[in-house]
């Protein structure tokens, strides 16, 4: 037996609101599986196991807060298993159909019926369905503002639904303003922690990247829209193959040591519209082409838009990438996000005047900078470190 | 009968960016401006247009949608030419 606790999600998290189960007891489980959702200060968090095994039984309530720690969940190891029915017998990558009832239906615990869902109005929580809860979360709606249709005044989805379709001539994001306000919390202990405990020291390094923006604009010219990049894929791309160079920029400043990762997760800064930022990982980042590495960066925009990411995107960028586009500045002085101990900028592409085989040409130019940790590294390996990304920008072919 | 070009834009605006008041827009300047969206939300709005109403959107041609109305008059004339 082994537990499924509440994960940290960030140096700056102390509990977590379970908002869903989304496995089942019963139910086979394998690294990356899914299996809650968690309403942090960043939104609606999907959790991955990383226990193999069967979800034997949950201990915590969905709408319950609880420290980052406390056991969510008993998972049963496979190996340990004379006792495990036929279901473990299946392969680890066949997942289930998720209909498919894998215990009586009398005793799985799936659709619990509202009134049988232990609340405790101790604590003041509004009296909700589960799925009701989600939604509101999802939306950022309070739920004691709404008036609940169920037994004893319960909300229940519907209620929810008919909230959500009042608001929608409001011309506030459903991202609503509590929720505005706890994320701005979260970032505000991040950076704050940051500036307190991280010594930064700033680079900058002006890049030509007429070479970058040609190949895009070949690559993308028989695309349809769907498959088209945009240099900003590159820019991570760069960065992924140079940090592998440099690994002191590449990994978690913790407990008074360095620990470099070997993996390059990239953290890739993402505004939320209505205010507020995430800078959920893509993974392996470096393993990627470009045509991949723009699918995970389209998805995992997509995602924050509608709110959900997952948990290890949040916990585990190993250097984050901060690129505000085309309409943003030429410079961009970033703020390490602990205990990252790295942040890369980049501003957008100008068109400026460059010495180019001895004559100045207009050449389309982005200025790069590199915010790092001077406890790993020194403004010498920062400098060679930005060196290779813009060396890595003049050959996009080999990206 | 041709679809409501206007109104699939506005639909599909709404979509990438919800906080945005339609009726605020001007419909002579800058989409990006006008909606704050960047360069990966303006490709997932040429993928929706797209893919909606089967006009093919190539890159030289951006600049022509930057503006609402601009975008409007060029999804007409492609949709016409189909």
Redesign the interface.
């Given at each position: 037996m082994s537990e499924f606790r509440m994960p940290s999600l960030g140096a700056d998290m102390e509990a977590g609101t379970l908002v869903e189960w989304l496995a089942k007891p019963g139910a086979p489980l394998k690294r990356g599986d899914l299996i809650a959702v968690v309403e942090t200060q960043k939104g609606a968090i999907e959790i991955e196991v990383f226990q193999e095994g069967i979800l034997d039984r949950l201990l915590v309530d969905t709408g319950t807060t609880v420290p980052v720690g406390t056991p969510l969940a008993v998972i049963r190891e496979i190996r340990a298993a004379g006792a495990i029915g036929a279901e473990a017998e299946a392969p680890p990558c066949e997942r289930p159909p998720p209909t498919a009832p894998k215990r009586p239906r009398g005793e799985a615990p799936v659709v619990t019926p509202f009134a049988a869902l232990p609340i405790a109005p101790a604590t003041g929580r509004v009296t909700a369905s589960p799925v009701a809860r989600r939604l509101a979360s999802l939306h950022g709606i309070d739920l004691s503002g709404i008036k609940g249709s169920g037994p004893t005044g319960a909300v229940l989805l519907i209620d929810v639904e008919l909230a959500l379709r009042s608001t929608e001539k409001a011309?506030?994001?459903?991202q609503a303003i509590s929720s505005v306000a706890q994320m701005r919390s979260a970032i505000a202990a991040a950076m704050t922690r940051s500036k307190r405990e991280i010594p930064h020291y700033y680079l900058s390094q002006t890049a030509d990247v007429g070479a970058a923006e040609d190949w895009v604009?070949r690559c993308?010219?028989d695309r349809?829209?769907?498959l088209?990049v945009?240099v900003?894929a590159l820019f991570v791309k760069a960065t992924a193959l140079a940090v592998r160079r440099f690994p002191e920029f590449n990994g978690f400043f913790m407990e008074r040591a360095f620990r470099p990762s070997d993996r390059v997760h990239i953290g890739v800064a993402i505004a939320i519209?209505?205010g507020g930022l995430v800078a959920p990982a893509v993974h392996d980042a470096n393993t990627l082409s470009p045509d991949a590495l723009m699918a995970a960066?389209?998805d995992l925009?997509?995602r924050v838009?509608a709110g959900r990411f997952r948990s290890s995107e949040i916990a585990d960028p190993t250097i984050t990438v901060s690129s505000l586009?085309?309409?943003g500045v030429d410079t961009l002085f970033g703020v390490i996000y602990p205990p990252q101990v790295a942040i890369l900028g980049f501003g957008r592409v100008v068109e400026r005047p460059w010495i180019r085989d001895g004559a100045v040409v207009p050449r389309p130019v982005v200025t790069i900078t590199l915010a790092a940790d001077h406890r790993v590294s020194d403004g010498h390996r920062g400098a060679l470190f930005l060196s290779e990304i813009e060396r890595l920008l003049q050959e996009p072919g080999s990206l | 009968m041709s679809p409501d070009i206007h109104a699939i834009i506005e639909q599909e605006l709404k979509l990438i960016a919800p906080d945005i008041d339609l009726a605020a827009i001007d419909p002579k300047h800058d989409l990006r401006e006008e909606c704050d969206i960047d360069s990966m939300d303006f490709l997932s709005l040429v993928t929706a247009l797209h893919r909606r109403l089967g006009v093919d959107v190539p890159e030289r041609d951006y600049p022509k949608l930057i503006t609402l109305d601009g975008a409007t008059e060029y999804l007409r004339r492609k949709l016409a030419e189909l």
């Open positions: 011309p506030a994001h459903p604009r993308n010219t349809p829209p769907e088209r945009l900003g519209r209505g960066m389209r925009i997509g838009r586009g085309e309409r | -």
